[in-house]
C-alpha cells in the first residue's frame, strides 16, 4: 500500500490544503457529544500550518443523501472544532469566498448531490478551493465519493497523519506483518464476515474461530449446537474454509469448550462443557475456559494479532469471560513488546474498552465499514487514489 504524505507535498508556503477529514461526531442537545474524531484531525491541521499553509475542511455529516438538511449543517460543530485545534475556524459554504480564520470547515459535502456519485466536476468545485489535497479520513476511504476519490487525482494528493498511522498500523498486521500471524474472527454471523475469513486463510498462521460464528463451523463438523445461534445453511461453506486453511497451512482453532446457557440474558445459569456435548435446548454463548487457555498459547507463540469480533455474547455476563481474558492476554503481550495488536469493528472496540484493555493494544480502528473491507483484502478507492 504505497501512499504519499504530507511531507511529500513540500513546502506549503502561501498553500491552501484541501483537507478531507472524517468529523462525523455525535450530537446532544446541539452540542459535540464526543470530541474524539474532533481531537484526531489536529495532527494534520498542525502539519499543514507547521509547513506554512492552511487548511481547507471537507466533511460529510450525517446522510442528508444530496440535499441541504438543516439539522445536518457542519456549522454546529465549528466552536467545538475551533475549541479542539486552538485555532480560529472559518465556515463557508461551496461558492462563498473563504473567509478570514486560521482554518476553514466548508459545508457538509453530502448536501451536494454530486459527493457520493463521485462526481468529477463537483471534485473540480472542491479542488478549486486549494492547491494541494490531504486525505485523513481513513474511516471514508472505502466509498468512492467526489471528497474522498476523484478530487485526489486533481491535485497532489497526500496521506494525513492519522491516515498514515492507521494505514502503518494495518500494514504491520497484514500487508507485510511478523510472522506468526494470529486472526481472531468472532461476532455474530459467518454471512456477514464470509469474505474476511476467506481473505485471513491465505494471509494468516492461525484464525481463531469464536462467537456465534463459531457455532456454525462446529456444525459443520457434526456436533450438536442446540439452541445456538447457527447458520445452518452455510455448513458448506464452512467445510470450503477449512478445506481452504488445510492447503495454506493456515490453523483454524474452534472452541474445544463452550459455555452454554438456556435463556438468553445476562446471569442466566450456565455451563462450562466440551463443544461436542451440548444438549438440544442449550446455546453457545462463549467460549469455554480450556479454549482460553489454548488460544492465549497461540497468542503467546505469535509476533501479530488482527482481531475483528467478540468471543461471546460479551455484553451480557457472564459471557464476556473469554471476550475478556482472551483481550487482557493479548494486552500482556503487547505490553511486553512480544506483540503487535490490532484490532477493529463496533463490537469489538467496545469489548476492548469493556476488557480494559483499549489503550493497551497497538492500533484500536474505529472505522467500522473500511476496516472490515480492509480485513477482506479489497483495495480501498480513497486509498488507492493517494498511491
Ligand atoms: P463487530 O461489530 O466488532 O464487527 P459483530 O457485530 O460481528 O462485531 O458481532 C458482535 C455481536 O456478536 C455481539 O452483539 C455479540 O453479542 C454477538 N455474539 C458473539 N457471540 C455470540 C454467540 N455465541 N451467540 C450469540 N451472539 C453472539
Ligand atoms: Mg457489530
Given at each position: 500500500?504505497?501512499?504519499k504524505?504530507?511531507?511529500?507535498?513540500?513546502?506549503?508556503?502561501?498553500?491552501?490544503a484541501?483537507?478531507?477529514?472524517?468529523?462525523n461526531?455525535?450530537m446532544a442537545g446541539?452540542?459535540?457529544?464526543?470530541?474524539?474524531?474532533?481531537?484526531?484531525v489536529?495532527?494534520t491541521?498542525?502539519?499543514?500550518?507547521a509547513?506554512?499553509?492552511?487548511?481547507?475542511?471537507l466533511?460529510?455529516?450525517?446522510?442528508?443523501?444530496?440535499?441541504m438538511?438543516?439539522?445536518?449543517?457542519?456549522?454546529?460543530?465549528?466552536?467545538?472544532?475551533?475549541?479542539?485545534?486552538?485555532?480560529s475556524?472559518?465556515?463557508?459554504?461551496?461558492?462563498?469566498?473563504?473567509?478570514?480564520?486560521?482554518?476553514?470547515?466548508?459545508?457538509?459535502?453530502?448536501?451536494q448531490?454530486?459527493?457520493?456519485?463521485?462526481?468529477?466536476?463537483l471534485?473540480?468545485q472542491?479542488a478549486?478551493?486549494?492547491?494541494?489535497?490531504?486525505?485523513?479520513?481513513?474511516?471514508?476511504?472505502?466509498?468512492?465519493?467526489?471528497?474522498?476519490?476523484?478530487?485526489?487525482?486533481?491535485?497532489?494528493?497526500?496521506?494525513?497523519?492519522?491516515?498514515?498511522?492507521?494505514?502503518?498500523?494495518?500494514e504491520?498486521?497484514?500487508?507485510?506483518?511478523q510472522k506468526?500471524?494470529?486472526?481472531?474472527?468472532?461476532?455474530?454471523?459467518?454471512?456477514?464476515?464470509?469474505t474476511?475469513?476467506e481473505?485471513?486463510?491465505?494471509?494468516?498462521?492461525?484464525?481463531?474461530?469464536?462467537?456465534?460464528?463459531?457455532n456454525?463451523?462446529?456444525?459443520?463438523?457434526g456436533?450438536?449446537?442446540?439452541?445456538s445461534?447457527?447458520?445452518k445453511?452455510?455448513k458448506?461453506?464452512?467445510?470450503?474454509?477449512?478445506?481452504?486453511a488445510?492447503?495454506?497451512?493456515?490453523?483454524?482453532?474452534?472452541?474445544s469448550?463452550?459455555?452454554?446457557?438456556?435463556?438468553?440474558?445476562?446471569?442466566?445459569?450456565s455451563?462450562?462443557k466440551?463443544a461436542?456435548?451440548?444438549?438440544?435446548g442449550?446455546?453457545?454463548?462463549d467460549?469455554?475456559?480450556?479454549?482460553?487457555?489454548?488460544l492465549?498459547?497461540?497468542?503467546?507463540?505469535?509476533?501479530?494479532?488482527?482481531w475483528?469480533?467478540?468471543m461471546?455474547?460479551?455484553?451480557?455476563?457472564p459471557?464476556?469471560?473469554?471476550t475478556?481474558?482472551?483481550?487482557?492476554?493479548?494486552?500482556?503481550?503487547?505490553?511486553?513488546?512480544?506483540?503487535?495488536s490490532?484490532?477493529?469493528?463496533?463490537?469489538?472496540?467496545?469489548?476492548?474498552?469493556?476488557?480494559?484493555v483499549?489503550?493497551?493494544?497497538?492500533?484500536?480502528?474505529?472505522?467500522?465499514?473500511?476496516?472490515?473491507?480492509?480485513?477482506?483484502?479489497?483495495?480501498?478507492p480513497?486509498?488507492?487514489?493517494?498511491?
Open positions: 500500500m504505497a501512499f504524505r504530507i511531507s511529500d507535498l513540500g513546502d506549503l508556503t502561501g498553500k491552501t484541501v483537507v478531507r477529514v472524517d468529523i461526531v455525535p446541539g452540542e459535540v457529544a464526543d470530541d474524539t474524531r474532533l481531537q484526531a489536529k495532527p491541521v498542525d502539519a499543514v500550518a509547513a506554512g499553509g492552511r487548511a481547507v475542511l466533511a460529510h455529516f450525517g446522510r442528508p443523501k444530496g440535499q438538511v438543516p439539522e445536518m449543517s457542519l456549522k454546529a460543530v465549528v466552536p467545538a472544532l475551533a475549541r479542539v485545534l486552538g485555532r475556524v472559518g465556515f463557508a459554504e461551496l461558492g462563498d469566498a473563504l473567509p478570514t480564520g486560521d482554518v476553514v470547515l466548508m459545508e457538509n459535502t453530502r448536501f448531490p454530486g459527493e457520493e456519485k463521485n462526481d468529477p466536476a471534485a473540480q472542491f478549486a478551493l486549494g492547491d494541494v489535497y490531504i486525505n485523513d479520513a481513513f474511516s471514508c476511504a472505502h466509498r468512492a465519493h467526489a471528497s474522498t476519490e476523484a478530487i485526489a487525482h486533481l491535485l497532489p494528493s497526500a496521506a494525513g497523519e492519522t491516515m498514515a498511522a492507521e494505514l502503518e498500523a494495518l504491520q498486521a497484514l500487508g507485510n506483518p506468526p500471524v494470529a486472526a481472531v474472527v468472532g461476532g455474530a454471523k459467518v454471512s456477514s464476515k464470509l474476511v475469513l481473505n485471513l486463510v491465505e494471509k494468516v498462521d492461525h484464525l481463531i474461530i469464536g462467537g456465534g460464528m463459531a456454525t463451523f462446529l456444525y459443520a463438523q456436533h450438536s449446537v442446540g439452541a445461534l447457527c447458520e445453511d452455510l458448506g461453506t464452512a467445510l470450503a474454509i477449512m478445506d481452504k488445510a492447503t495454506t497451512g493456515c490453523t483454524v482453532h474452534l472452541p469448550d463452550v459455555v452454554v446457557a438456556r435463556e438468553f440474558k445476562a446471569h442466566a445459569p455451563e462450562n466440551a461436542d456435548a451440548v444438549l438440544g442449550e446455546m453457545i454463548l467460549a469455554g475456559i480450556d479454549t482460553v487457555a489454548e492465549a498459547a497461540v497468542l503467546k507463540a505469535s509476533k501479530t494479532l488482527v475483528n469480533g467478540p461471546g455474547a460479551f455484553e451480557m455476563e459471557f464476556d469471560m473469554a475478556v481474558a482472551l483481550a487482557q492476554a493479548a494486552a500482556k503481550l503487547t505490553d511486553a513488546g512480544a506483540l503487535l490490532v484490532a477493529g469493528g463496533g463490537d469489538t472496540v467496545a469489548a476492548l474498552a469493556h476488557a480494559g483499549k489503550d493497551s493494544f497497538t492500533h484500536v480502528s474505529t472505522a467500522g465499514g473500511a476496516f472490515l473491507e480492509w480485513m477482506e483484502g479489497k483495495t480501498l480513497g486509498v488507492a487514489a493517494l498511491g
